[in-house]
Protein backbone atom coordinates (compact mmCIF):
# COMPACT_ATOMS: atom_id res chain seq x y z
CA UNK A 1 0.00 0.00 0.00
CA UNK A 2 1.60 3.11 -0.98
CA UNK A 3 1.04 6.10 1.88
CA UNK A 4 2.72 8.60 -0.43
CA UNK A 5 1.78 9.56 -3.92
CA UNK A 6 3.68 12.70 -5.82
CA UNK A 7 2.11 12.52 -9.23
CA UNK A 8 3.58 15.04 -11.60
CA UNK A 9 4.11 17.90 -8.89
CA UNK A 10 5.81 21.82 -10.15
CA UNK A 11 7.16 24.35 -7.24
CA UNK A 12 7.98 27.41 -8.03
CA UNK A 13 9.36 30.48 -5.74
CA UNK A 14 9.68 34.23 -6.96
CA UNK A 15 12.71 35.52 -6.85
CA UNK A 16 12.79 39.68 -6.18
CA UNK A 17 15.59 41.52 -7.23
CA UNK A 18 14.49 44.97 -5.48
CA UNK A 19 11.29 44.40 -3.52
CA UNK A 20 9.87 47.33 -2.01
CA UNK A 21 8.86 47.14 1.90
CA UNK A 22 6.11 49.80 2.72
CA UNK A 23 3.03 51.05 0.40
CA UNK A 24 4.11 54.27 -0.19
CA UNK A 25 7.45 53.00 -1.69
CA UNK A 26 4.93 49.77 -3.92
CA UNK A 27 3.13 53.23 -5.17
CA UNK A 28 6.13 55.60 -5.92
CA UNK A 29 8.49 53.00 -7.14
CA UNK A 30 6.50 50.03 -8.76
CA UNK A 31 9.61 49.15 -10.95
CA UNK A 32 11.36 47.94 -7.44
CA UNK A 33 9.08 44.87 -7.70
CA UNK A 34 10.77 42.92 -10.41
CA UNK A 35 11.16 39.44 -9.94
CA UNK A 36 11.52 36.55 -11.71
CA UNK A 37 10.10 32.99 -10.69
CA UNK A 38 12.38 30.09 -10.22
CA UNK A 39 11.03 26.90 -10.31
CA UNK A 40 12.58 24.46 -7.79
CA UNK A 41 10.38 21.25 -8.67
CA UNK A 42 9.36 20.03 -12.68
CA UNK A 43 7.12 17.53 -12.89
CA UNK A 44 8.46 15.23 -9.76
CA UNK A 45 6.29 12.09 -9.56
CA UNK A 46 7.32 8.49 -6.91
CA UNK A 47 5.26 6.51 -4.77
CA UNK A 48 6.45 5.22 -0.89
CA UNK A 49 5.32 2.26 0.45
CA UNK A 50 4.25 1.58 3.72
CA UNK A 51 7.43 0.92 5.85
CA UNK A 52 9.82 1.60 3.40
CA UNK A 53 12.48 4.12 3.98
CA UNK A 54 13.20 6.49 1.50
CA UNK A 55 16.58 8.33 0.76
CA UNK A 56 16.38 11.90 -0.90
CA UNK A 57 20.04 13.31 -1.86
CA UNK A 58 21.15 15.82 -3.78
CA UNK A 59 23.10 19.12 -4.34
CA UNK A 60 22.06 22.11 -2.55
CA UNK A 61 19.41 23.85 -3.88
CA UNK A 62 18.08 20.86 -6.26
CA UNK A 63 14.54 20.40 -4.40
CA UNK A 64 15.54 18.09 -1.97
CA UNK A 65 14.02 20.38 1.18
CA UNK A 66 10.95 21.80 -0.91
CA UNK A 67 9.87 18.40 -1.29
CA UNK A 68 9.55 17.61 2.03
CA UNK A 69 7.61 20.70 2.59
CA UNK A 70 5.39 19.79 0.06
CA UNK A 71 4.75 16.37 1.13
CA UNK A 72 4.54 18.07 4.79
CA UNK A 73 1.90 20.36 3.42
CA UNK A 74 3.86 23.45 5.17
CA UNK A 75 3.87 24.42 1.41
CA UNK A 76 1.59 23.75 -1.62
CA UNK A 77 2.72 22.59 -5.24
CA UNK A 78 1.89 25.14 -7.74
CA UNK A 79 0.42 21.91 -10.08
CA UNK A 80 0.14 18.43 -9.40
CA UNK A 81 -0.92 16.47 -6.74
CA UNK A 82 0.54 14.96 -3.48
CA UNK A 83 -1.57 12.62 -1.44
CA UNK A 84 -1.13 11.16 1.88
CA UNK A 85 -2.13 8.33 3.95
CA UNK A 86 -1.72 8.26 7.66
CA UNK A 87 -0.50 10.54 10.14
CA UNK A 88 2.66 12.78 8.88
CA UNK A 89 5.67 13.67 11.91
CA UNK A 90 8.54 16.03 10.53
CA UNK A 91 11.62 16.99 11.42
CA UNK A 92 12.71 19.79 8.96
CA UNK A 93 13.81 22.56 10.74
CA UNK A 94 15.52 22.23 14.27
CA UNK A 95 13.55 23.73 17.01
CA UNK A 96 10.34 24.53 14.68
CA UNK A 97 6.93 24.68 17.42
CA UNK A 98 9.14 25.26 19.77
CA UNK A 99 8.54 28.19 21.68
CA UNK A 100 11.61 29.53 23.16
CA UNK A 101 10.48 30.48 26.65
CA UNK A 102 8.56 27.36 27.54
CA UNK A 103 10.34 24.68 28.95
CA UNK A 104 11.38 21.72 27.14
CA UNK A 105 8.59 19.67 29.21
CA UNK A 106 6.02 22.31 28.00
CA UNK A 107 7.12 21.98 24.70
CA UNK A 108 6.93 18.36 24.67
CA UNK A 109 2.82 19.16 25.52
CA UNK A 110 2.65 22.09 22.58
CA UNK A 111 4.68 20.06 19.60
CA UNK A 112 2.92 16.61 20.32
CA UNK A 113 -0.41 18.10 20.06
CA UNK A 114 0.78 19.88 16.92
CA UNK A 115 1.14 15.92 15.82
CA UNK A 116 -2.23 14.93 16.62
CA UNK A 117 -2.18 13.64 19.98
CA UNK A 118 -4.31 14.34 22.68
CA UNK A 119 -2.92 15.22 26.58
CA UNK A 120 -4.19 11.69 27.52
CA UNK A 121 -1.52 10.74 25.30
CA UNK A 122 1.15 12.71 25.47
CA UNK A 123 1.16 11.63 29.71
CA UNK A 124 1.43 8.48 28.64
CA UNK A 125 4.48 8.56 26.40
CA UNK A 126 6.14 11.89 28.72
CA UNK A 127 8.45 9.84 30.16
CA UNK A 128 9.54 7.96 27.44
CA UNK A 129 9.97 10.85 25.33
CA UNK A 130 11.80 12.69 28.16
CA UNK A 131 14.02 9.71 28.80
CA UNK A 132 15.22 9.39 24.85
CA UNK A 133 16.10 13.27 25.04
CA UNK A 134 18.61 12.39 27.82
CA UNK A 135 18.14 16.00 28.74
CA UNK A 136 17.39 14.96 32.75
CA UNK A 137 16.59 18.00 34.57
CA UNK A 138 17.10 20.31 31.72
CA UNK A 139 13.72 19.35 30.50
CA UNK A 140 12.44 22.10 33.22
CA UNK A 141 14.60 24.75 31.78
CA UNK A 142 13.75 27.31 28.94
CA UNK A 143 14.29 25.55 25.71
CA UNK A 144 15.75 28.68 24.80
CA UNK A 145 19.19 28.03 27.01
CA UNK A 146 19.46 24.68 25.36
CA UNK A 147 22.23 23.67 22.81
CA UNK A 148 21.96 22.88 19.27
CA UNK A 149 22.00 19.76 20.01
CA UNK A 150 19.40 19.74 23.46
CA UNK A 151 17.19 21.09 20.84
CA UNK A 152 17.58 17.70 18.40
CA UNK A 153 17.37 15.23 21.37
CA UNK A 154 14.12 16.93 22.32
CA UNK A 155 12.73 17.21 18.63
CA UNK A 156 13.29 13.78 17.81
CA UNK A 157 12.17 12.57 20.77
CA UNK A 158 8.76 13.81 20.43
CA UNK A 159 8.44 12.95 16.42
CA UNK A 160 9.15 8.96 17.08
CA UNK A 161 6.75 9.15 19.81
CA UNK A 162 3.98 10.40 18.41
CA UNK A 163 2.57 6.94 16.54
CA UNK A 164 3.03 8.64 12.75
CA UNK A 165 2.56 6.74 9.64
CA UNK A 166 5.28 8.39 7.61
CA UNK A 167 8.37 10.57 9.55
CA UNK A 168 9.98 13.12 7.63
CA UNK A 169 13.77 13.89 8.79
CA UNK A 170 15.59 17.06 6.67
CA UNK A 171 19.12 16.43 7.80
CA UNK A 172 18.47 17.15 11.53
CA UNK A 173 20.65 14.48 12.66
CA UNK A 174 23.81 15.54 11.77
CA UNK A 175 23.44 18.18 14.46
CA UNK A 176 23.70 15.21 17.43
CA UNK A 177 26.60 13.78 18.58
CA UNK A 178 27.52 10.71 17.61
CA UNK A 179 26.39 8.68 20.30
CA UNK A 180 23.06 10.08 19.82
CA UNK A 181 22.84 9.76 15.85
CA UNK A 182 23.54 5.95 16.44
CA UNK A 183 20.54 5.73 19.18
CA UNK A 184 18.53 7.43 16.71
CA UNK A 185 18.91 5.40 13.97
CA UNK A 186 18.34 2.07 15.98
CA UNK A 187 15.04 3.95 16.63
CA UNK A 188 14.48 4.71 13.97
CA UNK A 189 14.74 0.80 12.57
CA UNK A 190 12.61 -0.26 15.61
CA UNK A 191 9.76 2.14 14.01
CA UNK A 192 10.50 1.12 10.52
CA UNK A 193 9.59 -2.54 11.28
CA UNK A 194 6.15 -1.13 13.06
CA UNK A 195 5.18 -0.01 9.78
CA UNK A 196 6.13 3.69 9.98
CA UNK A 197 7.34 4.86 6.54
CA UNK A 198 10.49 7.42 6.54
CA UNK A 199 11.97 9.84 4.46
CA UNK A 200 15.47 10.88 4.82
CA UNK A 201 16.85 14.09 3.09
CA UNK A 202 20.38 13.60 3.97
CA UNK A 203 24.35 14.66 2.48
CA UNK A 204 25.51 11.07 4.53
CA UNK A 205 25.26 8.66 2.01
CA UNK A 206 26.73 6.25 4.01
CA UNK A 207 23.85 7.07 6.68
CA UNK A 208 21.37 6.25 3.87
CA UNK A 209 23.01 3.16 2.40
CA UNK A 210 23.02 1.07 5.41
CA UNK A 211 19.14 2.54 6.70
CA UNK A 212 17.39 3.25 3.27
CA UNK A 213 15.38 0.59 1.00
CA UNK A 214 15.69 3.11 -1.88
CA UNK A 215 17.24 6.39 -3.02
CA UNK A 216 15.92 9.25 -5.14
CA UNK A 217 18.81 11.65 -6.95
CA UNK A 218 16.92 14.72 -6.99
CA UNK A 219 18.68 17.04 -9.81
CA UNK A 220 17.94 20.51 -10.90
CA UNK A 221 14.02 20.12 -9.95
CA UNK A 222 13.84 16.51 -11.51
CA UNK A 223 14.32 13.11 -10.05
CA UNK A 224 17.60 12.06 -11.98
CA UNK A 225 17.85 8.61 -10.94
CA UNK A 226 15.82 6.16 -8.22
CA UNK A 227 16.56 2.90 -7.27
CA UNK A 228 18.77 0.77 -4.65
CA UNK A 229 21.34 3.49 -2.40
CA UNK A 230 24.54 1.75 -3.82
CA UNK A 231 23.72 1.89 -7.53
CA UNK A 232 22.12 5.64 -6.82
CA UNK A 233 24.75 6.78 -4.94
CA UNK A 234 27.72 5.69 -7.04
CA UNK A 235 26.32 7.67 -10.30
CA UNK A 236 25.49 10.71 -8.40
CA UNK A 237 29.01 11.43 -7.31
CA UNK A 238 30.53 10.33 -10.52
CA UNK A 239 28.66 13.37 -11.76
CA UNK A 240 29.31 15.45 -8.85
CA UNK A 241 33.03 14.21 -9.26
CA UNK A 242 32.81 15.58 -13.03
CA UNK A 243 31.48 19.04 -12.36
CA UNK A 244 33.69 19.44 -9.66
CA UNK A 245 36.54 18.58 -11.64
CA UNK A 246 34.99 21.09 -15.10
CA UNK A 247 35.10 23.72 -12.77
CA UNK A 248 38.38 23.27 -11.13
CA UNK A 249 40.06 23.24 -14.88
CA UNK A 250 37.56 26.62 -15.65
CA UNK A 251 38.48 28.26 -12.35
CA UNK A 252 42.52 27.57 -12.63
CA UNK A 253 42.39 28.40 -16.81
CA UNK A 254 40.46 32.00 -16.28
CA UNK A 255 42.74 32.32 -13.00
CA UNK A 256 46.06 31.70 -15.35
CA UNK A 257 44.68 33.78 -18.14
CA UNK A 258 44.16 36.92 -16.19
CA UNK A 259 47.80 36.57 -14.19
CA UNK A 260 46.80 35.90 -10.60
CA UNK A 261 48.89 32.69 -11.26
CA UNK A 262 51.59 31.78 -13.05
CA UNK A 263 50.92 28.54 -15.55
CA UNK A 264 52.14 25.63 -14.23
CA UNK A 265 55.81 25.35 -14.26
CA UNK A 266 57.49 22.33 -16.28
CA UNK A 267 59.53 19.64 -14.34
CA UNK A 268 61.41 17.71 -16.38
CA UNK A 269 63.77 17.13 -19.63
CA UNK A 270 60.58 16.46 -21.43
CA UNK A 271 62.68 13.20 -23.41
CA UNK A 272 59.64 11.05 -22.26
CA UNK A 273 56.45 13.02 -21.24
CA UNK A 274 53.07 11.80 -19.89
CA UNK A 275 50.62 12.38 -22.13
CA UNK A 276 47.25 11.71 -19.82
CA UNK A 277 46.19 9.58 -16.57
CA UNK A 278 43.01 7.56 -16.74
CA UNK A 279 41.47 5.74 -13.68
CA UNK A 280 39.27 2.56 -15.11
CA UNK A 281 37.58 0.33 -11.79
CA UNK A 282 36.96 -2.95 -11.81
CA UNK A 283 34.33 -2.92 -14.34
CA UNK A 284 36.92 -2.31 -16.78
CA UNK A 285 35.32 1.89 -17.25
CA UNK A 286 37.33 4.61 -17.03
CA UNK A 287 36.23 6.23 -13.81
CA UNK A 288 36.93 9.04 -10.87
CA UNK A 289 34.68 7.12 -8.18
CA UNK A 290 35.58 4.09 -6.19
CA UNK A 291 34.28 2.39 -3.23
CA UNK A 292 36.47 1.31 -0.10
CA UNK A 293 38.29 -2.13 -1.28
CA UNK A 294 37.48 -1.69 -5.06
CA UNK A 295 40.27 -2.23 -7.52
CA UNK A 296 41.83 1.02 -9.46
CA UNK A 297 43.50 0.31 -12.14
CA UNK A 298 46.12 3.73 -13.52
CA UNK A 299 46.61 3.90 -17.02
CA UNK A 300 49.43 6.10 -17.89
CA UNK A 301 50.01 7.23 -21.11
CA UNK A 302 53.31 8.36 -22.17
CA UNK A 303 55.29 9.31 -25.66
CA UNK A 304 58.66 9.60 -25.91
CA UNK A 305 61.30 11.33 -28.16
CA UNK A 306 63.26 8.08 -28.52
CA UNK A 307 64.01 4.30 -26.95
CA UNK A 308 64.46 5.49 -23.14
CA UNK A 309 66.78 2.46 -20.92
CA UNK A 310 67.37 1.91 -17.15
CA UNK A 311 63.46 4.42 -16.69
CA UNK A 312 61.68 4.59 -13.29
CA UNK A 313 57.99 5.42 -12.90
CA UNK A 314 57.17 7.32 -9.90
CA UNK A 315 54.07 7.50 -7.56
CA UNK A 316 52.50 9.54 -4.64
CA UNK A 317 49.01 9.15 -3.44
CA UNK A 318 47.68 12.53 -1.63
CA UNK A 319 44.35 13.29 0.57
CA UNK A 320 43.26 16.46 -0.67
CA UNK A 321 43.99 17.86 2.40
CA UNK A 322 47.86 17.86 0.97
CA UNK A 323 48.50 14.70 3.79
CA UNK A 324 51.02 12.32 1.82
CA UNK A 325 49.32 8.76 1.97
CA UNK A 326 52.06 6.52 0.11
CA UNK A 327 54.89 7.16 -2.09
CA UNK A 328 56.59 4.51 -4.20
CA UNK A 329 58.12 3.73 -7.26
CA UNK A 330 58.61 0.65 -10.12
CA UNK A 331 62.69 0.54 -8.80
CA UNK A 332 61.23 0.14 -4.66
CA UNK A 333 58.72 -2.35 -6.24
CA UNK A 334 61.43 -4.46 -7.89
CA UNK A 335 60.89 -3.15 -11.28
CA UNK A 336 64.14 -2.78 -11.96
CA UNK A 337 65.50 -0.82 -15.87
CA UNK A 338 62.24 -0.05 -17.49
CA UNK A 339 62.10 0.31 -21.10
CA UNK A 340 60.28 3.28 -22.51
CA UNK A 341 59.63 3.10 -26.02
CA UNK A 342 58.08 6.13 -28.39
CA UNK A 343 54.77 5.91 -27.38
CA UNK A 344 53.19 3.22 -24.62
CA UNK A 345 51.42 3.09 -21.47
CA UNK A 346 52.09 1.90 -17.83
CA UNK A 347 49.90 0.11 -15.99
CA UNK A 348 49.81 0.23 -12.39
CA UNK A 349 46.94 -2.14 -10.04
CA UNK A 350 45.45 -1.42 -6.68
CA UNK A 351 43.79 -4.53 -6.23
CA UNK A 352 41.98 -3.43 -2.83
CA UNK A 353 41.98 0.68 -2.97
CA UNK A 354 41.61 0.18 1.21
CA UNK A 355 40.98 4.04 1.30
CA UNK A 356 38.35 6.00 3.37
CA UNK A 357 35.63 8.32 2.24
CA UNK A 358 37.32 11.26 0.55
CA UNK A 359 38.96 13.35 -1.93
CA UNK A 360 41.91 12.46 -3.02
CA UNK A 361 44.60 12.86 -5.99
CA UNK A 362 48.00 11.25 -7.70
CA UNK A 363 51.29 12.72 -8.48
CA UNK A 364 53.09 10.96 -11.11
CA UNK A 365 56.38 11.14 -12.75
CA UNK A 366 58.64 9.45 -15.56
CA UNK A 367 62.62 9.44 -14.09
CA UNK A 368 66.25 8.12 -15.73
CA UNK A 369 68.28 5.80 -13.56
CA UNK A 370 70.26 9.00 -12.43
CA UNK A 371 67.22 10.44 -10.74
CA UNK A 372 67.33 12.86 -13.42
CA UNK A 373 63.27 13.72 -14.32
CA UNK A 374 61.66 13.19 -17.88
CA UNK A 375 58.31 14.59 -16.68
CA UNK A 376 56.23 14.89 -13.89
CA UNK A 377 52.75 15.93 -12.95
CA UNK A 378 51.14 17.18 -9.99
CA UNK A 379 47.71 16.76 -9.26
CA UNK A 380 47.41 14.05 -12.61
CA UNK A 381 44.60 12.32 -11.47
CA UNK A 382 42.02 13.10 -8.80
CA UNK A 383 39.50 10.72 -7.42
CA UNK A 384 36.48 10.21 -5.17
CA UNK A 385 36.18 7.11 -2.09
CA UNK A 386 32.85 6.86 -0.74
CA UNK A 387 32.17 4.01 2.11
CA UNK A 388 29.35 2.89 4.23
CA UNK A 389 32.15 1.73 6.81
CA UNK A 390 31.86 3.67 9.84
CA UNK A 391 35.98 3.71 10.41
CA UNK A 392 37.74 6.98 11.01
CA UNK A 393 41.10 7.76 9.54
CA UNK A 394 42.36 7.72 6.01
CA UNK A 395 42.93 4.13 5.07
CA UNK A 396 41.16 0.72 6.60
CA UNK A 397 43.71 -1.99 8.16
CA UNK A 398 42.90 -5.34 7.84
CA UNK A 399 42.17 -6.68 11.28
CA UNK A 400 39.87 -9.15 13.30
CA UNK A 401 38.55 -9.17 16.90
CA UNK A 402 38.38 -12.19 19.55
CA UNK A 403 37.51 -12.20 22.67
CA UNK A 404 40.16 -13.89 25.01
CA UNK A 405 38.60 -16.20 27.54
CA UNK A 406 40.75 -15.76 30.93
CA UNK A 407 39.82 -19.46 32.14
CA UNK A 408 41.41 -20.91 28.63
CA UNK A 409 44.61 -22.40 28.94
CA UNK A 410 47.36 -21.83 26.46
CA UNK A 411 47.98 -25.10 24.51
Not at 142 to 155: I, N
Amino acid sequence: MNVIEVQDVYKKFRLYYDRSQTVKERLLFHSRNRHEDHWVLKGVSFAIQKGEAVGLIGENGCGKSTLLKLISQIIYPEKGEIRIQGRVSSLIELGAGFHPDMSGRENIYTNASIFGLDKAKIDEKLQTIIQFSELGDFIDNPVRTYSSGMYTRLAFSVAINVDADILLIDEILAVGDTNFQAKCFDKLREIRKSGTSIVIVSHSLGQIEQFCDRSLWIDNGVIRMQGKPREVHFQYLESMGEKRLAAQEKERAEAIASGRIPPPQKLGNEFARIERIQLVNEAGKPAIVFKTGERMDVLLHYSCSKVLENSTVSLQLLRSDGISIYASNTRIDGLDGLTLMEDGRILLTFDSLNLLAGEYFLNMGLHAADGDIYDFKEQAAQFTVYSDLQDVGITRLDHRWRLEDPERKEA
